[in-house]
């Protein structure tokens, strides 16, 4: 499939994504969402395809947030669509996706540029990313999942704060505060995230893929339980029979 404004580049059992609007600082488009939802389709239903990279090009920007052009004249009912179809269609795909999506953010992170980045499994930033959920300053409240999934990362009084004020977080502080998992210089931030993607696909994708659904389920109260059942059913698939008795017979498990 061809895509405008993201480009898929696949080596092997890894796959990058970056979003291709640098004219724009990478914004998130109504086009551009629907061709990062066919492009996560694409690759959910790929089998060669063990981890997925998502980023930006360039080395300004990651995504520098929602394209406010195309909804600045909308009214309550359309807004409210807006929201939902963007949860349903990306965000909400990206974090239940049945193989792990680490951000590569290179750059400016903010409004949906940081809600996509929140979505995915993983984040590695470089040390120029700014990070931040500005749409308080506009009038508005994050409206794709911001407000829900900064406070599980970061905690509920850093997420107040990040949202009340407005204010931009240089990546230093984002790795203290639980934001992102790693900073690295932007020269280095793909090959780094590349490599956690390869340390990732080596290991059992079935077990990786019920562990997503199974920590997405944390916070819940059937988080427990879904684990217990998982860890049950995942005793009578091939991967944990190879994983075991490469274990016992003193090898890497191949898988």
């Known amino acids: 499939m061809s895509y405008e404004n993201i480009l898929l580049q696949k080596e092997g059992n890894l796959s990058i994504i970056t979003i291709n609007r640098p004219e724009s600082l990478n914004a998130l488009n109504a086009k551009t969402i629907s061709e990062l939802s066919s492009a996560l389709d694409e690759l959910n239903s790929d089998t060669a395809c063990r981890v997925i990279i998502l980023t930006g090009s360039g080395v300004k920007s990651f ?35 049945t193989k792990p999506v680490i951000a590569a953010v290179n750059g400016f992170a903010l409004g949906g540029g940081l809600e996509l980045a929140m979505a995915c499994h993983i984040r590695y930033a470089s040390e120029n990313a700014k990070l931040g959920l500005p749409e308080v300053t506009l009038g508005l409240i994050p409206g794709y999942g911001g407000t829900q999934r900064l406070p599980k990362l970061v905690g509920k009084g850093i997420a107040n704060e990040m949202i009340f004020s407005a204010k931009m977080i240089p990546a230093a502080k984002a790795k203290e505060i639980g934001l992102v998992n790693e900073v690295y210089p932007i020269e280095e931030l793909l090959t780094k995230t590349r490599e956690l993607a390869h340390t990732i696909a080596n290991n059992s994708p079935m077990a990786i893929s019920k562990a997503i659904h199974a920590v997405n389920l944390s916070d819940t109260d059937k988080g427990f339980e879904t684990e217990i059942k998982y860890f049950g059913e995942l005793f009578e698939m091939d991967d944990k029979k190879e994983g075991v008795s490469a274990f016992l017979e003193k090898r890497k498990p191949v898988f």
């Open 63 to 97: 995504v520098a947030g929602a394209d406010i052009k195309e909804f600045s004249d909308f009214g309550q009912d359309q807004a409210e669509e807006l929201a939902r179809n963007g949860h349903n269609s990306l965000f909400n795909k990206i974090e239940n996706m």
